[in-house]
Each structure stands twice: as structure tokens, then as C-alpha cells.
């Protein structure tokens, strides 16, 4: 690429004539992008075509002629117009053969190569160029090789030769940073289809006093780097590096440098050296050297490596004992023991020879091991909850294994092997994405296993959360593989069963009103509904849940069943605060506990009563006194009232309020002017002129004086008296 850029610049450097937009014009177009291509007119100039857009040029009146570009070289076919012309014909035309530089150069060293010493080498070129391009270095390159020597040499072919072999030079090349030197014997030709050149030289070169040698092979892009250039390196030596190893190919003493592929000019430098030994080593794809899995073939790759271009050629060698087993010329050596008849627990030899192009040979051999036992283990599986106490082992010998949701889980294995290095430990689930656990020899862990996101939870409508939900299924998996990569693989389901307590959610209702932290309807009098409706379980559906109602301690005759608890009214309540707990219990025993305290505050209004009288002093009927009346009051809100004995009130008196505590406690004294004789009756009055009467326990009567006791018990004694006189009559009647 970097060739073809240089000649059509080459080609470009002629003056471009501007187009006469206001005279007589010629429309050149095409429907694709033309490519490379040349637009010159009967004077030769040429003029700018875009490679990369479709033609679509007015030029000046005239003859033209289109030329395609095949790596920067005129092709033979041209297009010649003088008219309007659609190019897209002449574009389309494939070129089947198309014209090419051809040509080849060799440098041959001789030697010596060594530090501080003179080297010799000797030098060959040819290059055959097509006709259709000119000499860069003459004008009108473009219009080719026979237009130059028409119009600069006269038509004289053996001037332009002459000419040829004088301006051509060597061209090659520079040792340790220092141009050879010699003496260039050249020859030019011209006829019908090509011209060139060929040149061969005795160089030498001067080597300098560091321990590498250079060689620098330059890169100018000059029509000779079309070609490319053999180097010969005498024995030992060999090329060791090169920044530019992507365009070298061949021997690593005689390899070929494809000056036309670098993308770039300037030097090419290349390393040269005594050549060494190779190394030899090699590696297995299937497990680790030296152990070799029995039961399936094994791939044994060489690793042969150089100090130069061109990689060693590996040998390898199986053998048992004496006798050879396998003997193949292949970078990759199958050994499938059973293929080869071959028991378990036997050792083998594998040599390895890397032998590079110049013959020098590096062996490598190792003894490796058919293995054909699979790893063995010890293993221990428990899993602890937070409800239990110590961990709980587990059955690992069959094919589930079965854990509550929230238990942790833990494996425990020691991994052994009948040969000498550790067993690789791999655990594997889907319990989570890339959920993997490794070890070598000895491992243990711990996870914690819960009910997926399947299950019931408040993600989920209400409807979706009272249906039921299966139990979550892990998978887990143990691989044990050794160093041949002989494999021990168990595996089981891991069964996450129902440890989750159900989810009781009593929402309590007052006339259509909903109970909460905001809103405190519930005020005596008023039934107290319960709904149930939010409650849900993990797994079980609502339906197999059985039911438990306490209130206060006591236990509630709803039912036990979904359709008894989905919504009940409690009994009457009294004002205060109570404790309703609702208990659910799934198909698994679990029992969720929902605990609520409500309260129910005191009606409004006014509900007194009176609970204790006591009268003050010991007067008796007609003396002063009063009265200490104790009131409760049941309800709650702004209320007045007045008490009165007989025609004698107290002002008008504001209750105190009732609370969920209690009711609201007050004394009030009366004051009495004058006892009437009798009950004391108290009267509680109303501002809306209503009233409420007490009787009380006490009695209002005069005091005993000594008189009045007589009095008293004159009565009894006549009466005595008669009885007895009664009584005697018989007895003196007899005598």
C-alpha cells in the first residue's frame, strides 16, 4: 500500500489544469467510486479525480484520457474521449492479469560477522518495470517509459539506458549504522512491454565494538523497494530480532525481507547473531505434569521456543520402559492410555526434541503417571438455626437435602488423592448468580439459605400473598478433580422448608372508621370490628392456616378457621385499654403472633353517679351543717351541674372529664342551714333542668335526753307488769 501511495504521488507532482467552468465543456462521470485512476489531457497534464466518490467532472474541450492505478501502476487499457462520456463501463472491467514491478534482490554475506572486523558480502538486483510507467525522476512519469525517451532522449533507447545505468545506485545497504561499500556493475534493457535494470556488487562492511551486530536495510520508497530482498547468512549465525519480523518470512540464515509491505520509510534493522539452542518444554491442556488422566486422552502441547524468526521443530517421544509407545514430528501429542493399552499407576518417560532449521537440538523429558483414581473425601454438612441451640448434621448421601428457611448451612471436606498433590474443591449453586466456592485439599464454608423471591412477601398483592407458594429448590454441587483431572462430582437439591412464621395483621374499625396511630375512634358504645384481611404466609395459602383470638388475656370463641377470622366484631368494651393478640399457625407448626393495643375512650356527655356522702358536724334536726358529696363521672367532654340538698344548691360546677384510666373523680361540699328529720337525699341538677336523686346512708333525727329515754321504756314495763299479774292469777285462784 505504502508503494502504490508513492508512485501515484510521483505521478501527481504535474500541474493540474483548472477547469473553464464558462467555456465549452466535456462531462466525465460515473456511478461508483473510480478507485486509483490517472485523468490527463493530449498536453499530459493531468487533473484530480476523488477516489472515493463518483465522477462528476466538466473539463475543457478536448482529448482525455482515464487510466486505472493497480498498486500505484498505469494499466495497459485506457479510456480515450473527447465527448461527453459515462465512465462507468470502463470502471467495471475486471483485470485479470494486471501489470506489476517484478524483480528480486540478494544479499549474500559472507562473513565474518564478528566484532571489530571487516565483513564481506556480495550483491544482486533486477527490477522489470511495466511500460506504462515512466522513470520518477523524468518528467511525465505518467504517460510512460516510451513517451520519456521520445521526448527526452530523442527516441534513442541507448541513450535512456546509458542514462539508466548511471543514475541507478546500489541501494544497499548499512553494517553496525555504517553504509557498505563497493564497486556496482549494472546493466539496463528496454523493449515492448518493460524496462529495468540489473546490478550486482562486492560489498564490505565494517563491524564496530558492541556485541550485536546491526544490519540496516533502507526503506525509501524508490521503485527497487517494490521488489523484495533475500539476506544469506553464513553459518552459525542467524537473525535474532527485528522490529519489522511482521514483513519477514523464511530461514533465520536466509530469509526474505517484503520491503513493498512497510507501511513506512526510513531503516529496517535487523539483529544478527550466533545461533544457540533452542529450549524445549512443553505442557498439558488437560490437568497438571505429571499426572495423566486414565480414562480419556490428553493433550500434550510442545512449547519449543528460539532465540530467532522461526520456530524450533518438535519431537515427541512415549515410552514405557524400552519400548517406544509413541514417536510423531507434531506440536501436540494425544495420549490416550486405554488407545494404548496401558493399566492404571504406571509411569511413562516423554521426551521432547526441539531442533530448529539450522539443526541444533534441545531434549526435554519427564516421567508422568497414569492416574486412574478419582479423588476421595471426607465430608460434613450441618446446618444451624436461629431458633435451635447447636448445629444439626446432615444426611449427605442421597440426592436432596433439606434445610428451614434462615438456616445456615456449612460443608466441610478434606480431599485426597492417590497421587501426591492436592485436590482442586469446587461448590457451585444457582443459589445466587456466580455463587461458587473453591479450595484446594481442605475447604469449609457457610451461607445462609432462605425461601426465594418466589415465595410470599409484600412485594405481592394481597391476592397474589394469600395464595400458596411451593417450597424454594436449590441446587448444589461438589467437584473434586485432582491434578490428571480424574473427577468426583455429587451433587443435591437443596429443599428450603417452611420456617417462617405466619403474619397475622388484625386492622380494627369503629363505625366504618380505621384504628390507628393517627385516628382514635373507638369510644364506648361503639362495637369494634376486625378485619384480617391483610394477614398472609410465606408458603401455605391463606385458607390452611388455624386461627387463635385473645382480648385482655382472654381467650375468644371466632372459630379457627380462614372464613371465622376473616372478620369478626369483639364483645362490648369498657372504656380503657385493651390488648387484642391474634396467632396463626401454617401446616408446618409455625405460629406468628400479631399483639395490638387499643384503647376506648369514654363516651361524650354527662354520666355522673355518686359514690360516697358525708355529713359534716352531728347536728340533728333544725341545726346547721353540710354535706362532702364524692362524684364519679363516666363520660367526657364540657359538663355543669349542681347538687342540692332539699332547697339548698351549690353554684354551678364543672365535671371532671373521664379518661381511659378511669372516670373523672370530684368532692363537693353542700352547705345546709338547717337539718330536715329523715334520709338524706342529695339531687345532682342539670343545666337543662333535669335531676337525679341519691340516696344516701344517712339519716337526720333529734338527740335522746334522759326524759325521752324514760318515756321509752315506760311501755315495756306496763306491759311486763300485765304479763306477770296474768301469770299469778291461777296460782292464788288454787290456794
Known amino acids: 500500500m505504502r508503494r502504490a501511495v508513492f508512485i501515484v504521488t510521483i505521478l501527481l507532482l504535474a500541474p493540474w489544469p483548472l477547469v473553464d467552468a464558462e467555456g465549452e465543456t466535456v462531462h466525465l462521470w460515473s456511478e461508483q467510486a473510480p478507485g486509483p485512476v490517472l485523468l490527463w489531457n493530449d498536453s499530459g497534464n493531468l487533473t484530480s479525480v476523488d477516489p472515493n ?7 475543457p474541450e478536448g482529448n482525455w484520457t482515464l487510466v486505472r492505478l493497480v498498486d500505484g501502476i498505469p494499466q495497459a487499457d485506457s479510456l480515450i474521449f473527447s465527448t461527453d462520456m459515462n465512465a462507468s463501463s470502463f470502471l467495471e472491467q475486471n483485470i485479470e492479469s494486471p501489470l506489476t514491478i517484478a524483480g528480486d534482490a540478494h544479499l549474500n554475506i559472507l562473513g565474518p560477522i564478528a566484532q571489530s572486523t571487516q565483513m564481506n558480502a556480495t550483491w544482486s538486483s533486477s527490477i522489470s518495470i511495466p511500460n506504462t510507467l515512466g522513470h520518477p525522476d523524468l518528467s511525465d512519469a505518467h504517460l510512460g517509459i516510451d513517451y520519456q525517451i521520445q521526448n527526452q532522449f530523442g527516441g534513442d533507447s541507448n541513450l535512456f539506458m546509458e542514462w539508466l545505468v548511471n543514475e541507478t545506485e546500489i541501494g544497499c545497504c548499512a553494517y553496525d549504522k555504517i553504509d557498505m561499500v563497493g564497486e556496482a556493475n549494472g546493466t539496463a534493457f528496454s523493449h515492448n512491454a518493460s524496462w529495468g535494470w540489473n546490478s550486482t556488487a562486492n560489498l564490505t562492511g565494517q563491524g564496530d565494538g558492541r556485541s550485536t551486530r546491526l544490519l540496516w536495510i533502507p526503506i525509501t520508497g524508490e521503485l527497487t523497494d517494490s521488489t523484495d530482498l533475500r539476506i544469506s547468512l553464513p553459518s552459525p549465525h542467524e537473525i535474532r530480532y527485528s522490529p519489522q519480523s511482521d514483513y519477514i518470512s523464511g530461514l533465520p540464515d536466509d530469509f526474505v525481507i517484503h520491503r513493498g509491505e512497510v507501511p513506512v520509510t526510513g531503516n529496517a534493522t535487523i539483529a544478527l547473531g550466533t545461533n544457540v539452542a533452542p529450549v524445549a518444554a512443553f505442557h498439558s491442556n488437560q490437568g497438571e505434569l505429571p499426572w495423566l488422566p486414565f480414562g480419556q486422552p490428553t493433550e500434550i502441547v510442545s512449547d519449543c521456543t528460539d532465540t530467532s524468526i522461526v520456530e524450533p521443530s518438535p519431537r515427541f517421544i512415549l515410552q514405557n520402559g524400552n519400548t517406544t509407545l509413541l514417536d510423531t514430528q507434531s506440536e501436540i501429542l494425544y495420549i490416550d492410555s486405554m488407545f494404548l493399552n496401558l493399566t492404571p499407576s504406571i509411569w511413562l518417560n516423554l521426551t521432547l526434541e526441539c531442533t530448529d532449521p ?4 534441545t531434549n526435554l523429558s519427564m516421567e508422568v503417571y497414569i492416574d486412574g483414581v478419582l479423588p476421595t473425601r471426607t465430608l460434613q454438612m450441618a446446618y444451624l438455626h436461629p431458633d435451635d441451640i447447636d448445629p444439626i448434621d446432615i444426611d449427605h448421601g442421597g440426592q436432596t437435602l433439606s434445610i428451614p428457611s434462615g438456616a445456615v448451612l456449612s460443608g466441610a471436606v478434606q480431599a485426597g488423592d492417590d497421587s501426591a ?3 482442586d474443591i469446587e461448590w457451585t449453586s444457582n ?7 473453591l479450595g484446594i485439599g481442605n475447604h469449609a464454608w457457610n451461607d445462609i439459605f432462605v425461601q426465594g423471591a418466589h415465595v410470599n412477601g409484600q412485594h405481592l398483592s394481597i391476592e397474589d400473598r394469600h395464595q400458596a407458594k411451593p417450597l424454594t429448590v436449590y441446587s448444589l454441587q461438589l467437584n473434586l478433580t485432582d491434578t490428571a483431572e480424574n473427577t468426583l462430582v455429587q451433587d443435591w437439591d437443596v429443599i428450603v422448608t417452611d420456617r417462617t412464621a405466619p403474619k397475622p395483621r388484625p386492622a380494627l374499625s369503629v363505625d366504618g372508621n380505621h384504628y390507628g396511630d393517627l385516628n382514635h375512634p373507638v369510644e364506648g358504645g361503639s362495637p369494634v370490628d376486625v378485619s384480617m384481611s391483610e394477614s398472609w404466609d410465606d408458603i401455605d395459602a391463606i385458607t390452611q392456616l388455624t386461627w387463635t383470638v385473645e382480648l385482655n388475656g382472654e381467650l375468644l370463641d371466632t372459630g379457627s378457621s380462614w372464613a371465622d377470622v376473616q372478620s369478626f366484631t369483639l364483645p362490648n368494651l369498657l372504656m380503657g385499654r385493651h390488648t387484642l393478640v391474634v396467632n396463626a ?3 408446618s407448626g409455625n405460629t406468628g403472633t400479631h399483639s395490638m393495643l387499643f384503647v376506648v375512650e369514654p ?16 347536728g340533728g334536726p333544725g341545726d346547721s351543717g353540710a354535706l362532702d358529696v364524692t362524684l364519679e363521672n363516666d363520660g367526657q367532654g364540657e359538663s355543669y351541674f349542681r347538687l342540692c340538698y332539699l332547697t339548698e344548691c351549690t353554684t354551678e360546677l364543672m365535671a371532671v372529664e373521664a379518661s381511659v384510666d378511669g372516670p373523672g373523680q370530684m368532692t363537693h361540699r353542700i352547705m345546709v342551714e338547717e337539718w330536715a328529720s329523715g334520709d338524706v337525699i342529695v339531687v345532682i341538677e342539670f343545666p337543662d333542668n333535669t335531676s337525679q336523686e341519691h340516696l344516701s346512708n344517712l339519716t337526720v333525727q333529734a338527740e335522746m335526753t334522759p326524759m325521752m329515754w ?13 304479763l306477770w299479774r296474768l301469770k299469778r292469777q291461777p296460782e292464788d285462784d288454787l290456794t
Open 603 to 618: 363516651p361524650i356527655g354527662a354520666f355522673y353517679r355518686i359514690t360516697n356522702v358525708v355529713k359534716v358536724g352531728d
Open 585 to 587: 399457625t401454617d401446616s
Open 358 to 361: 539450522q539443526g541444533m537440538m
Open 431 to 437: 443459589k445466587s448468580s456466580g455463587w461458587i466456592q
Open 53 to 59: 466518490q463518483p465522477i462528476d467532472l466538466h473539463l
Open 710 to 722: 324514760i318515756l321509752l321504756l315506760i311501755p315495756p314495763i306496763v306491759g311486763l307488769l300485765a
Open 421 to 423: 498433590p492436592p485436590v
